[in-house]
């Protein structure tokens, strides 16, 4: 979801992400699922891969967490963020409820 063909991929978000979807953002501001859809593409935003630290739990037989850190470019500054998502396995698969980016400083 953080590559740029599936995160702005309409019918893809709206498959991967749960009616009920809710987002605690990196910047502290809260994102719906509706919020989320209507997100437009930023050239000037740059995601740096591979995810470091990523580590996939399962919680139960149908509920995973991921947790992994980010690190996205805005403009010329890098911006870190240690992430941890949700998801439910239903019918039609793998469903995200719950995004949340918390910021950090990277060690030096």
């Known amino acids: 979801m953080w590559r740029a063909d599936t995160r702005f991929d309409r019918a893809f978000m709206e498959r991967a992400l749960a009616a009920d979807f809710q987002e605690f953002g990196r910047s502290g501001r809260t994102y719906t699922r509706a919020q989320t859809l209507a ?32 690190q996205v470019e805005y403009d010329g500054a890098v911006e870190h963020a240690h992430r941890s998502s949700i998801w439910t396995r239903g019918v039609d698969g793998w469903q995200l409820r719950f995004h949340q980016g918390t910021p950090f400083l990277p060690a030096t």
């Open 39 to 70: 997100i437009a593409p930023e050239d000037s935003i740059k995601t740096m891969f591979p995810l470091p630290n990523l580590v996939i739990r399962l919680l139960a037989p149908d509920v995973a967490q991921l947790t992994y850190d980010s």
